[in-house]
Nanobody, 120 residues
């Protein structure tokens, strides 16, 4: 079994910063890639940032230059550093881990989400 748990969300004022963490636990061979997604009320879940094996990254245009994704394979943990936060960044943020698990099969595992609210 593989579990993915996000943390680090909360309430922050516009212009502030938060760092989200995504911890992967359980039995697996390796983490291939990780992605952060967000979903605002009444909207679809969209990709925010993605980091692949070899640490290749890509970002949604709306967060480029403000957010930074990283991962620490030794700790089985991914991070999303969010700076210069705006009210439109308010959403539930989800982590998706692409993991080689049992039988060395690649599967996606989602966390339960963490709420980020940007408001004065």
């Amino acid at each position: 079994q593989v579990q993915v748990v996000e943390s680090g969300g909360g309430l922050v004022q516009p212009g502030g910063s938060l760092r989200l963490a995504c911890v992967v636990s359980g039995t697996f061979f390796e983490i291939h890639a990780m992605g952060w997604y967000r979903q605002a009320p009444g909207k679809q879940r969209d990709l925010v940032a993605h980091i692949a094996s070899g640490d290749t990254t890509n970002y949604a245009d709306s967060v480029k230059g403000r957010f930074t994704i990283s991962k620490d394979n030794a700790k089985a943990t991914g991070y999303l550093q969010m700076n210069s936060l705006r009210p439109e960044d308010t959403a539930v943020y989800y982590c998706k881990a692409e993991i080689y698990g049992r039988g060395y099969v690649l599967d996606d595992y989602w966390g339960q989400g963490t709420q980020v609210t940007v408001s004065s």
